[in-house]
Every structure is written in C-alpha cells, then in structure tokens.
C-alpha cells in the first residue's frame, strides 16, 4: 500500500512559521491584510474563499472579500483592481479566476501591481518563477506541489518528474520549479503520443491535467510519487482529483489523497505569502 502523503501535516507546519511571522509584525503594529477580488458566483470559489477566510480568522490576519456582480463590467473591475493597488491597508490581492468571459482576464491581472499579487498571476510574478530569481510569489497551487514533496522528503535532484498539464496556473509553473530542483521535467498534455509510457516512465507524477480519473493504473508503476492537483466531482457526486486513487493506492510508492492533499496546503502558501508581503 501507498503511503499517503496527506496535507495536513505540510500546511500545519508552514502555519506555524507564518503565525511566529505574524506576532513579529503586530509588534510594529502591522496587521496582514488580503483582499480576495471576485466577480460573479461560482461554487468552487466559495468553497475556497471559506477555507480562506477561516485560516485569516485562526492566524489573526485580516481578509475582506470584494465582489462585483456577473455581468459587471470591464472598466467596473479595473477600477476596483487600482483601488486595491493604492490602499495601503491592503498588502495584498488574491484574484478568483476564471473570470466571466466578457472580461479580458489578461488585461486584469496585468493591472495588479506585482507586489500585491498572491498567487503569482502577474507577468512579474510568472517570470521569477521561469528565471528562478524569485521576484514576487509562485501560483500558491504549485508551490503546494512542492512543499509536499519537500515536507516529505522526496528529492528531485536527478529524479524524471512528469507533469500532466500545461497551465499558467500549475502546470508550467510546477515544471519550472520541480527543474530548479534539479529534475529532469517532462511536460505532457493532450497532444503528447505515447502518454501512459512516458507518465510510466517518470519517478514522480505531477497530475494537474482537471479530468476525474485521468491517471489510470496502465501508466503507474511501483516506487512512483504522484501529487494529485485535480479537484474534480466525478459521476456520484464525490469530490475525487485526475489520479485513480483506489488503483494507485495499490501500486505506487506514494500518493496524495483529494480532498486532504494539495488543497490543504495552498490556503497555508497563500497566506505565508500575505505575511511575507506585508512585511515588506
């Protein structure tokens, strides 16, 4: 049987370094504050707002929600963006994506200014990440990715990582960073032939690809680590990620669990960016 590299423990341990952060600057009598922007209703979102606001409720920072309605327009959220921007009291912007689709969502998140943005959205942001100088702040889903590997020890030096997934939001960037690790990184989509072979292949699985099931006993193999990113619902109703659980439970070395995985630790990322923003 797998060990099951849940979340908990991870997101554990980085709340208390990041709460040792907070006592420091309420010392200079400085409060972390989030502003989470978002437009429109989508279940998901609420979901992963609650857990937001209830993590800045356990840790003593502040965090406000500011919503627009669906069918706001353009010129309405970019105006809201730059008010974020200038309110000092804010230290920094969480922006719920995607957003509705008369919006230009690249336009939004350009205009957040690079140090206010959280989940590593802005152009800034994604390019410390590809050049590994570390300017601004990781996408919090990516970072959680690794976190885990590293809380439980897997090294990546030298290791065959493959992603399954190409996204901005976790796929690239997770790459990225697994190679500053020093792994060999394969990226893998839908295009990619030979797809079950080369996941086979890999050392350590990053599954990020948003289908239930997606990862199938045929492309495991024994000794593997696998990171489930998917959050999916899948035919009875029950919250299930892109990994067949039940079956790579029986094969690989490793493997975390959704929900109790990556989802735990990113609301834990996501606010140890805050900190660190907010003392800047």
């Known amino acids: 049987m797998a060990e099951i590299l849940k979340g908990a423990p991870v997101a554990a341990a980085i709340n208390e370094k990041t709460s040792a952060k907070i006592a420091e600057l309420a010392e200079k009598g400085i409060r972390p504050c989030l502003a989470v ?19 800045a409720e356990a840790l003593g920072v502040e965090a406000q929600v500011r919503a627009l309605p669906e069918d706001a327009a ?26 509705p689709k008369h919006i230009d969502e690249d336009k ?34 990516a970072q959680s990715c690794i976190e885990i590997l590293d809380h439980y020890g897997v090294d990546l030096k030298g290791k065959k990582v493959c ?4 996204s901005l939001v976790i796929g690239k960037p997770v790459s990225m960073m697994a190679l500053g690790k020093n792994a060999t990184v394969t990226i893998c989509h839908s295009r990619t032939e030979n797809l079950a072979e080369t996941v ?22 024994e000794g593997q680590k696998v990171i489930d990113v998917g959050i999916n619902v899948n035919a009875k109703g029950k919250l299930c990620g892109d990994v067949d659980f039940a079956a790579a439970e029986n094969i690989v070395s490793a493997v975390t669990p959704v ?15 805050l900190v660190d923003a907010a003392g800047k």
Do not use: Q, W
């Open 200 to 221: 086979k292949n890999a050392d350590v699985v990053i599954a990020a690809v948003g289908k239930a099931g997606f990862v199938t006993a045929d492309m495991l193999r």
């Open 37 to 55: 922007l978002r437009v429109g209703l989508n279940e998901a979102d609420e979901s992963y707002i609650r857990g937001i606001m209830k993590r």
């Open 108 to 141: 939004v998140r350009r205009a957040l200014k690079p140090e206010k943005d959280m989940d590593g959205i802005t152009d800034v942001a994604l390019g410390g990440v590809f050049s590994g100088n570390n300017i601004g702040y990781a996408p919090c889903t």
């Open 163 to 166: 992603v399954i997934g190409r």
């Open 259 to 273: 929900p109790g995985g990556v989802g735990a630790v990113t609301t834990a990322v996501l606010m140890c960016h």
């Open 74 to 99: 353009e010129d309405e959220v970019l105006s809201l963006m730059e008010e974020l921007n200038e309110d000092k009291n804010v230290h920094g912007v969480l922006m719920m994506r995607p957003l």
